[in-house]
């Protein structure tokens, strides 16, 4: 399946951009600007609900609560 073309822009210093909506999937709506935070030990964005901060590495770490395997099959349970 063919990707549809990106439109681009030069602007007047010579960078280019592509044409996108604006804005990140992770800003939040509330007034912490967090409303997403990565796992420390997976790596995928969860709510900050969904994490909790552990001791790693000497300092305090945020990871998937309970466990990342339990919080993939809550995601994967929850989208069917």
Not at 49 to 55: N, P
Request: aromatic share 6%; glycine share 8%; net charge positive.
């Amino acid at each position: 399946m063919a990707k549809a073309d990106t439109k681009t822009t030069i602007d007047s210093d010579g960078l280019r951009y592509r044409s996108k909506a604006p804005g990140s999937p992770f800003t939040a709506a509330g007034a912490f600007g967090a409303a997403t935070m990565s796992c420390f030990l997976c790596g995928k964005h969860r709510p900050r609900s969904q994490l909790k901060s552990r001791r790693l590495l000497g300092k305090a770490q945020f990871v998937c609560s309970p466990s990342c395997k339990e919080a993939d099959e809550a995601s994967a349970a929850a989208k069917r």
